[in-house]
Nanobody, 126 residues
Framework: VQLQASGGGLVQPGGSLRLSCAASGRTFSSGVMGWFRQAPGKEREFVSVIRWNNNNKYYANSVKGRFTISGDNAKSTVYLQMNSLKPEDTAVYYC????????????????????WGQGTQVTVSS
């Protein structure tokens, strides 16, 4: 299974970007798929995921109200619409997926994910 992320780039504060992640090699009819990010010198942190079987969406507090995750289960593709971007959103954004579901409080744990994409750089700067 490969996860291919795209859509990163340089944007000014207050701007928007849309990330995409497509899975190849298998489809994810169940489980969870979404995004983490890692800024220089920091640990990888949870951003948002979508649970396929009920379309529930989960967000980190830092992005609630600004980021929106969506997905196409048939294509095993997820999107992250990022609005009102801030300099502190600057990071490498990684797509992640797992075949399993967990209590929602565990989705922020990186060890719950079986597959990771290569990352796409998002830089928010004037």
């Amino acid at each position: 299974v490969q996860l291919q992320a795209s859509g990163g780039g340089l944007v000014q504060p207050g701007g928007s970007l849309r990330l995409s992640c497509a899975a190849s090699g298998r489809t994810f009819s169940s489980g969870v798929m979404g995004w983490f990010r890692q800024a220089p010198g920091k640990e990888r942190e949870f951003v948002s995921v979508i649970r396929w079987n009920n379309n529930n969406k989960y967000y980190a507090n830092s992005v609630k109200g600004r980021f929106t995750i969506s997905g196409d289960n048939a294509k095993s593709t997820v999107y992250l619409q990022m609005n009102s971007l801030k300099p502190e959103d600057t990071a490498v954004y990684y797509c992640a997926a797992t075949r399993f579901t967990y209590p929602s409080g565990l989705y922020a744990n990186t060890d719950k994910y079986d597959y990771w994409g290569q990352g796409t750089q998002v830089t928010v700067s004037s």
